[in-house]
């Protein structure tokens, strides 16, 4: 059974910078990737960055170049360094993990960019 647990979260100033970290657990037989995902209120959730088992790495265009998602040699542990951080940034984070078709989800971490 997969276990996702995401920390890291919390307040910071526009322009700063956070790393959020997953620690996962259970099998990754057929696993296609690792990644994050934010849902901010009264919005979808949606794609942050995700890395996929040939070390593609995919951003949303609203993170590219200020966000960079990185992993451990064993997929115990995903980070997605965040930095220049801007209000617009702040939602609920959570770390995905997906094994064939089939979505695990962690409880989330909250991110809040404001002065």
């Known amino acids: 059974q997969v276990q996702l647990v995401e920390s890291g979260g919390g307040l910071v100033q526009p322009g700063g910078s956070l790393r959020l970290s997953c620690a996962a657990s259970?099998?990754?037989?057929?696993?296609?990737?690792m990644g994050w995902y934010r849902q901010a209120p009264g919005k979808q959730r949606e794609m942050v960055a995700i890395?996929?088992?040939?070390?593609?790495?995919t951003y949303a265009d609203s993170v590219q170049g200020r966000f960079t998602i990185f992993r451990d040699s064993a997929w115990n542990t995903v980070s997605l360094q965040m930095n220049s951080l801007k209000p617009e940034d702040t939602a609920v984070y959570y770390c995905?993990?997906?094994?064939?078709?089939?979505?695990?989800w962690g409880q989330g971490t909250q991110v809040t960019v404001s002065s």
């Open positions: 259970g099998s990754i037989f057929k696993l296609r990737h």
């Open positions: 890395i996929t088992t040939d070390g593609t790495a």
């Open positions: 995905n993990r997906r094994i064939g078709y089939t979505d695990a």
